[in-house]
Each structure stands twice: as C-alpha cells, then as structure tokens.
C-alpha cells in the first residue's frame, strides 16, 4: 500500500484545525494485539516523518521494517475486538488514509519508530487520541457510514467537511499569528502546499511564511472572499486544508509502485484503473466517465529505441498533431491538443532502460491536469526492471492498424506525389491538399506546406519544411508524347499501404482531354484513386505528365481511362511556383525493372492529417 506523500497529511492537518472528537470503544487489553497499518513507503526516513505527524494527533503510532522490504506506519497493538470498531471511526474522521486496514503484525520484522520501542511485544493498548481537543457539536460530524471523499468523476467537494468549517471561532490577525504559531514544519508545508496546488503560490515548499507566501495567503483570501491581510485565521486554514482534501479525493491521487515495469509513480486512481501490461506500456483506462488514460512506459533498450519509441509514439491517436516535439539526447517530450483531445508524453534513457509516461486527458480536466501532471513528474521514480518484450496478453487484438492495443492515427486522404527538384519539392494534385489539414506529410515522414497551387489546372507543389536530398527528381518532357507509344504510371494504389510506389503500363491515347483541353493527355490505363498525382513516364524514364483524379465535372471515368496533365503545358506554373524544372534529355530505353526503380524513388505518398 503506497500514497501520495500528501495524502494522509491533510487529512492530519485538516483534523486537528477542525478540533475533531471521537467517540472510543471501551477500555479493554488483550495480550495479543493486532495494527491499523495506515501508510507503507520504500524509505526509511519518509516512514519515520509520516510517523511523527501521526503522532502529533494519536497514541501508539509506530514505523515497523517490513519482511517486503517496505517500511509501514501503523497503530497499535490494539484488542483484535476493538480495533475494526476503531479503524471505521478512524475513517468516518478522516484521520487515516481510506484504504488503511487491521494487521496481525506477523509480517512486521523490526520496529524502527519509535527508537527504542517494543510493540511487537507488548500488549494491546487500550484505543484513544491522547489529544486534548475542544468540543464541537456532534451534529456537525459525518456518521460513520458518510464517504466524505469527494464523489468519484465528479469536481463538486463533499459535503460534510465544507459544513464543520463555519463551527470554528474567528479570530484577530493577533491571534492568527498566535495559532499559526503553533503549527510544525509538516503544517506549514501542508498549507504551502494546498496554496500551490491552487495556483496562488510558487515557490519552494519549506515551510517558511516568507513574502511570497504571505502574498499566496493574500490572494487565496482576496479569492475567497476573506479580508487580504496575508495572514490565514484557524478557519481559513481549516477551509485552505478542506477544499485541498476535496480535489485530492476527488482525484484518488496514489503512490504505484510497478515492479514489473519497473516504476513508482503518483497516479490519479479515481480517474483510472490498472487494464494491462502491454509491451512496452503499462495501461491504465479510463473508469467513472473520466476520459483519462495513463501509459507507463517502459522497455529495455538504448538511445535508438528511444528514438524509435518517438517516432512511433507521433502515429499514435492519443497523441494529436498540434503540439510540442522535443528529442534532445537521452529523453524527448511529445504534447498534443485537439478539439477533443490532450496529451503529454515524456520519456528517457535510464538504465538500459527507456522509462516514462504518457497521460491523456479530454479538454474539460484541463484545469485538473495542470495539478496532476506535475504530480506525476515530480513523483516518477524509474526502478530496477523493465517490461519483458514478450509481455503480450493472451487474446489482445493485433492489427496493422494498432500498436500494443493503441490505435495508430490515420491520414484523411492519401495520394501521390513525385519529386521535381533535387531540394525536394513535390509535385501532386488538389485533391490530396484540398481539406483543411492541420498537416501535410510526405511519405508519412516530412512536413509540408504549400508553395502554390492551381486550381483549374488540380495542381499543387509543395515545399518540406527541412531540405531534403531524393534519390531521384523528375526529367520534365519539353514536347508532347508520342500517340500509341507506351508509358508507365508510378504510384500508390492502395493509400499508401505496399510502402512503395507500384508501376502500371499502359498506352498514351490521345493528346487532349476529354473536351479538348490542351494542358491535358489520356492514358489507356486503370489507376486507382490514390494514385493521382503520380508521375507518368515513357519509356526512356521522361516524365510526360501527372496524373488526374478519376472524378471530372461530377462524373467518374471509366475503369480503363485516366486523365493526366501534360508536362510541356507546365512551364508556367513552375516558373510561379519558383521551381526550375529539369528538362529531360533522354532517349534510350530502359527496362521496365529499372523503370520501376525509376518511379520508386521519385514518386511518394501525400497524405493530409487532422
């Protein structure tokens, strides 16, 4: 069992502001007690601090080495009889974490807190606070069966802890100072802490009342509608801890500690819930209509599956295209936002071992992740181990169109394109570029953007945001082609699916379009839809022209006839464009195998994305 660090000390400070009573079973001992373990935590000196805020509040609180290794906090010895009894009004308060329960002790090994002492040993103590608390009315306190939590999927507080604030006396600033006193470091810092997640103060967590954190008092204060004198009465303290506790329930905000990943990290387990381990991710879905997931990410490896590992994370539907993307040495970041969607992906080498996580939101928790997520980073800690690559459940869906259950993003429409200069302009049709794509890739690989375009002739060049170096550009021909003299048709028939362009041949039937137009050229050949935009050569490997979408004037053409521009007819436009065409010299034959390698490393993919 591991928590937020914060988790069980709010709900400390928060009791003891509010002065809360119990009411205890009776005063019986038994000479084998049992525990109430409340909190288990990996470090020694983390378990020792929890320890002594418990202690500052109940009797009998200890710290005990456990035979996993782990160090819990625990109370007792208590009668077994009296003990259930005690750890439901422990709970009904909110004294103790709400996943606290009854130990024999037999799995504790050695007590560490207190120094010196011997629970294991000693017999049951009778229950009881050993706090003098001031009374309240009892008719403010939750009964025992009351989940003060905050209902799960839901931002409203609960209700019962909002109404025991009003009960506590005002107080002058004098006698604010006075009070706030009184409180330890684990106060002070509890406060800080409360602030900050609110968004009034950024500074260190030291439990220091400098100026910056007078400053957050005064605007938590001016924020709800107290006086702004920078100085938090007992009350306001009490409603500061309270609205805190609220969101934290709200959240389930946990410490999971996956040794089979290899990971201990800070997880909101009100909005998600462990679904699997699928290499490389450990997956956490959605659950009370959340809309989050959360990712871990681990897998052995090096700086190229690192690499590797960003590249394919950017296909992925959860991580949409607007966004930060950042590969520095040994880590990267990937951010993405959408109408509908958020992201946030980090990961690094650790190890041998690459670690880390993604967390998926929908747009209406935004306000809520800007404090979960730094809770996250600030608690990730990478542990030995890393997922088994042959970590694949049994009957998980396997498709290409997945990755480890996670659906691969897919492009709005594809179509084809081909080189025109060695600076890697390509050449292709409106129609791949005609919706509002948030981004053009070509071969699924380099960014784009539109350099020019013409629509009455269906158009478009485009210029790759980074220089590129293709293996092959088109020769352009200078004159028409030959009537009845075989060409070949480069490109994807398939929406990209072969990952290489494929190559049709067929005949050069007429010089004209179907209502006479001279820019245009009729093949006697079948293509495909995806395959406008390719280039189409002869046979000596001169580009005489690019072809047409299958779709003119509302009609489709038929099955055997395709439409393409005609190459000399373009001067004009590449001279817009500010493109300096290579005008082919060609006149031997090649074969169709080195054709066909001609049209593969000239001719690509243009997809449009959203």
């Not at 009184?182 to 406060?191: I, K, V, Y």
């Not at 996670?406 to 570029?433: H, I, K, M, N, W």
């Not at 500010?578 to 080195?594: K, N």
């Amino acid at each position: 069992m591991h928590f937020h660090v914060f988790r069980g000390l709010v709900a400390l400070m928060l009791t003891a502001t509010l002065a809360l009573g119990l009411i205890w079973p009776g005063q019986a001992r038994a000479q084998q007690g049992v525990f109430i373990q409340i909190e288990s935590h990996g470090a020694l000196t983390e378990a020792e601090q929890r320890a002594r805020a418990y202690a500052q509040l109940v009797q009998n609180v200890n710290a005990f080495r456990a035979e996993t290794g782990l160090y819990a906090v625990a109370l007792g010895p208590y009668n077994p009889a009296e003990a259930q009894t005690l750890l439901q009004q422990l709970l009904a308060q909110g004294l103790v974490p709400r996943d606290s329960f009854v130990v024999t002790g037999v799995q504790y090994t050695a007590q560490v807190y207190p120094v010196g002492a011997n629970a294991l040993g000693a017999p049951a103590e009778p229950v009881g606070t050993g706090v003098e608390l001031p009374e309240i009315e009892q008719s403010t306190l939750p009964d025992a069966g009351t989940d003060t939590a905050t209902d799960a999927g839901t931002d409203t507080p609960a209700e019962p802890v909002a109404e025991i604030v009003p009960q506590l006396p005002e107080e002058t600033p004098q006698e604010a100072r006075q009070s706030e006193a009184q409180l330890d470091r684990a106060g002070r810092d509890a406060l800080q802490i409360a602030m900050q997640w609110f968004g009034f103060y950024n500074g260190a967590i030291d439990g220091a009342f400098g100026p910056g954190t007078r400053s957050a008092m005064a605007g938590w204060q001016e924020d709800r509608g107290h006086e702004p004198s920078g100085i938090l009465t007992t009350r306001q303290r009490a409603q500061l801890l309270s609205e805190y506790r609220s969101e934290l329930a709200a959240l389930g905000m946990e410490t999971v500690r996956d040794t089979r990943a290899g990971i201990q990290i800070d997880l909101p387990l009100a909005m998600v819930e462990f679904e699997r381990h699928n290499f490389p991710f450990a997956q956490y879905d959605p659950i009370n209509d959340s809309g989050m997931q959360v990712l871990l990410i681990s897998q052995p490896g090096d700086r190229n599956t690192l690499f590797g590992l960003y590249e394919i994370m950017q296909t992925l539907e959860i991580v949409p295209l607007e966004g930060e993307r950042s590969r520095q040495g040994e880590s990267f970041l990937l951010t993405g936002q959408s109408p509908t969607l958020r992201s946030h992906t980090e990961a690094r080498l650790i190890g041998g071992a690459v670690k880390g996580f993604t967390l998926v939101w929908p747009p209406e928790r935004d306000e809520q992740i800007a404090r979960v997520l730094p809770m996250m980073q600030q608690s990730f800690t990478a542990l030995d181990g890393a997922l088994d690559p042959g970590a694949i459940p049994a009957g998980a869906e396997q498709d290409v169109d997945m990755v480890s259950g996670l659906e691969v993003r897919q492009p709005e429409l594809v179509r084809s394109g081909f080189y025109v200069d060695a600076q890697g302009a390509v050449l292709t049709t409106t129609e791949a570029v005609a919706g509002q794509c948030q981004q053009i890739l070509i071969d699924d690989s380099y960014e784009a953007e539109i350099a020019y375009s013409d629509e009455a002739l269906g158009l478009a060049v485009l210029r790759p945001r980074q220089r590129l170096a293709p293996m092959a550009y088109a020769e352009m021909a200078g004159t028409a082609g030959r009537l009845r003299a075989d060409i070949a048709v480069a490109g994807f028939p398939f929406d990209g699916a072969l990952g290489s362009a494929s190559m049709a041949f067929g005949t050069l039937a007429d010089l004209q379009g179907i209502n006479g137009e001279d820019t245009v050229q009729r093949l006697d050949l079948a293509t495909a839809d995806s395959e406008a935009g390719g280039p189409v050569f002869d046979l000596t490997g001169t580009v005489l022209g690019m072809v047409l979408p299958g779709l003119i004037e509302g009609r489709t053409l038929p099955e055997d006839v395709t439409l393409a521009l005609r190459a000399d007819r373009l001067g004009e436009v590449f001279t817009a464009a500010g493109i300096t065409p290579t005008v082919s010299t060609r006149s031997a034959t090649m074969s169709r195998d080195l054709l066909a390698r001609l049209g593969a490393d000239m001719t690509v993919t243009v997809s449009c994305w959203n």
